[in-house]
């Protein structure tokens, strides 16, 4: 619990660092000459001492979940086994095997466990307190994505506290995809800041602990064709490869082809019953590989529509962008790698909102969600609720009626296909809502402060 307690106040240290508002002017020019306004601030964005309260609310509930709320063992013991594997000298990916069967994660997952192992001796107690720290390092890396963004209002935050599953997930389950979500956030608020090139090595790294990272793939290679010249996207993308290479090498030098088999095999299928989104569809249909190339295609036709008609809207299209500038920007005469396209740069909103959608549509046409799963999308859907046109009472609707989908254990028929209908509602409303204007002027700071003493 000190742990917990701790590590809540270094996060909101960083997270005050970090999230001061730029809009007003004034505050700008104080900031220029080296005044405090970190008061005034607070005081007028509410966001942020409500953001601080939270952390600290959430903190003492996953202190009071660890000690009192029985620890269910589900993957950890499959866990220890691959990495005690690994550990001894084993590197045929084949081979590497647990009580729930083989190892089917990249090789990020093992550094990463074998890290665990070490701080933990494999006991599940102090694992909890790690993960509660996790926990809680996460909800502050979102909250300083919402508070960044101006999207949601303040008191809507709460609701990225009241998932009774991902709390589960995180400190009663011990799943990997509790990591990968967390460095996918850490890697979207690097981008918030046009940190491109460190953003993709996190992303990567994210990647190499559990492949549902690659949803987001498709939107942020948008965003990177967006925000950067060639140069700096072959580069960020390069870079991103060259993580998988090295974190693999291992096994890539000694059995590659059961490395990249196991490691990445996109054609699994899950078991049937485990499925939270597609239970009420007859498990012959859901083993199918028709069913898997219809979702697929569904997938891949929403990412083109949302593409063309929403996230490029304002260039004319995917064609449109295509044939813009921004695509073929000429490379600079210095060569040098730029993070930023000519004078004008993303809005943190539309960063935001693209990849949190493009997401979203992955996670709608997943063949099988399972309930760690949950993970891959909670924290974007208050964003994604109060990015629909909606009214305030049916996205509160909507949130809840999701929560309680996924509560549901074991999952029905009757409870997946509701939890279907809410997600292509929210699809319908994402599609219904206006686009913004994706990007905003480049100004120096110290012209606007030159501007402003004329």
């Known amino acids: 619990m000190k742990v917990v307690v701790c590590f809540t106040g270094a996060i909101s240290s960083v997270f005050m660092a970090g999230a001061s508002s730029p809009a007003s002017l004034r505050a700008s020019r104080n900031r220029q000459l080296g005044k405090e306004t970190i008061l005034p601030d607070l005081l007028k964005n509410p966001k942020l001492p409500f953001a601080f309260a939270l952390i600290l609310a959430d903190a003492i509930l996953v202190g009071l979940i660890i000690a009192y709320v029985p620890y269910t063992k589900i993957d950890w013991d499959a866990y220890m086994s691959q990495v005690s594997g690994f550990l001894g000298g084993e590197r045929d990916y084949g081979n590497l095997k647990g009580d729930t069967g083989p190892l089917v ?70 799943f990997n995809d509790c990591f990968a979500m967390t460095l996918l956030h850490s890697s979207m608020a690097l981008f918030l800041y046009r940190k491109w090139h460190l953003g993709m090595l996190v992303f990567s790294g994210a990647v190499s602990i559990k492949m549902n990272v690659l949803l ?94 929403k996230w490029c809207k304002h260039e004319g299209g995917i064609i449109g962008f295509m044939r813009s500038r921004h695509f073929f920007l000429m490379l600079p005469s210095s060569l040098s790698i730029s993070d930023v396209s000519a004078s ?71 409870s997946s296909g509701l939890l279907l209908c809410l997600h292509f509602i929210i699809l319908v409303g994402l599609w219904l809502a206006p686009s913004d204007d994706p990007y905003q002027l480049k100004e120096d700071p110290k ?8």
């Open 216 to 309: 987001y793939a498709p939107p942020l290679l948008l965003l990177l064709l967006k925000a950067m010249n060639i140069i700096g996207v072959v580069s960020a993308l390069a870079g991103a490869a060259l993580v998988q290479i090295l974190v693999g090498l291992p096994f890539l030098m000694t059995y590659p082809v059961s490395y990249i088999a196991n490691a990445f095999d996109l054609g699994r299928v899950f078991i049937h019953f485990w499925s939270v989104n597609f239970k009420f569809v007859p498990e012959r249909v859901f083993v199918s590989k028709e069913f898997a190339v219809c979702l697929l295609i569904a997938h891949l036709c929403l990412l083109a529509a949302f593409a063309n008609y």
């Open 447 to 454: 012209s606007q402060i030159h501007k402003k003493h004329k």
């Open 344 to 414: 004008r740069i993303l809005t943190k909103e539309h960063i935001v909102t693209t990849m949190f959608v493009g997401n979203f549509i992955g996670i709608v046409c997943a063949r099988s969600l399972h309930y760690q799963f949950y993970s891959w999308y909670f924290y974007s859907l208050p964003y994604l609720l109060w990015r629909t046109p909606f009214p305030t009472w049916l996205r509160l609707i909507l949130f809840l009626g999701i929560e309680l989908c996924w509560n549901v254990y074991p999952s029905t028929p009757a």
């Open 105 to 174: 994660y990249p090789a990020g997952f093992l550094y990463l466990y074998s890290a665990v192992q070490n701080l933990t001796g494999g006991q599940v107690y102090p694992a909890q307190i790690l993960f509660g720290v996790l926990y809680i390092v996460n909800l502050g890396i979102v909250l300083f994505i919402y508070v960044k963004t101006d999207v949601v209002p303040w008191w809507a935050l709460c609701l990225l506290c009241l998932s009774k599953r991902i709390h589960s997930i995180f400190v009663l389950r011990l």
